[in-house]
């Protein structure tokens, strides 16, 4: 299926900037890895960044989530200067991530799992002078959460039981859990089989025209389906950037990907 087929790409064509860089620039002991890079990101679409390997996306990707500090240029979001903000403060701006490697809490059950952030945007905590009886009021959030990301059937599974596929349907909903503005994948395809990636980027497709998405992703097939705007990068730099269909028939990108 097409991306304005699962995502709208023509009804948001014209939607604002909510992330933008400027001249991004990072080096690692000489060797410039991601270089005067320009990004703008649209508001409720999905952006993917492509790219070979050791083009810099994981490199970009960590800039933009303040991971790593630019040596030049400047990163804003919603129209701030965010280029030296920590993480956390990014976050709590409505900015949040994933990483390559899945990341629950593998003790607690899945429902514990999503718990734990909406705890946190509802400021309650499990203290001891207080009645867990308080956290009760999440159940529904936790509940809709469950169904959303076919997940019901786990819900008082331990996560660190839950077969690899199921653990990234956990950490979407824990991320969209946050109510964030802008999330940003790392590969969240990585280590999928087949049956897998399609019930993943289901789950990504269904937040589309919600959620601002940027996404890093090696599967094409996937930035294909979902993508809105992609953005090729080669040896650091942008190579390409506009629709699937385009930056495909590139020959810039052909030659980037598979050689003369």
């Given at each position: ?90 976050a ?7 990483f ?9 059950t ?8 909406l ?48 653990k ?21 395809m ?70 003369h």
């Amino acid at each position: 299926m097409s991306a304005a087929g699962i995502s709208g790409v023509g009804d948001r064509a014209g939607a604002e900037p909510i992330l933008r860089a400027r001249g991004l620039t990072r080096s690692f002991a000489g060797f410039t890895a991601v270089k005067s890079v320009d990004l703008s990101v649209r508001r409720n679409t999905i952006h993917s960044v492509i790219g070979p390997n050791g083009a810099g996306k994981s490199t970009l990707f960590n800039l933009l989530t303040r991971f790593l500090e630019p040596d030049a240029g400047q990163i804003f979001y919603q129209g701030a200067d965010i280029t030296r903000i920590d993480p956390a403060q990014l976050a709590r701006q409505g900015v949040v991530r994933s990483f390559q490697i899945s990341a629950v809490f593998p003790h607690l059950t899945v429902a514990q799992n999503i718990c734990v952030p909406l705890q946190r945007l509802a400021r309650k905590q499990r203290i001891f002078w207080r009645s867990t009886a308080c956290l009760g009021e999440l159940d529904d959030q936790i509940d809709a959460l469950l169904r959303r990301f076919g997940l019901s059937e786990w819900a008082h599974a331990p996560a660190g039981e839950l077969p690899y596929g199921r653990k990234r349907a956990l950490e979407l909903a824990t991320t969209f859990a946050l109510d964030p503005a802008l999330v940003l994948l790392d590969e969240p395809m990585a280590g999928l089989g087949i049956e897998d990636v399609n019930r993943v980027a289901d789950l990504i497709a269904d937040q589309a025209g919600e959620k601002t998405i940027v996404m890093v992703e090696h599967n094409l097939k996937v930035v294909e389906r979902l993508s809105d705007t992609v953005t090729v990068l080669c040896r650091g730099e942008i190579l390409a950037e506009g629709r699937y269909a385009e930056v495909a028939a590139d020959t810039r990108v052909l030659d980037a990907y598979i050689g003369h």
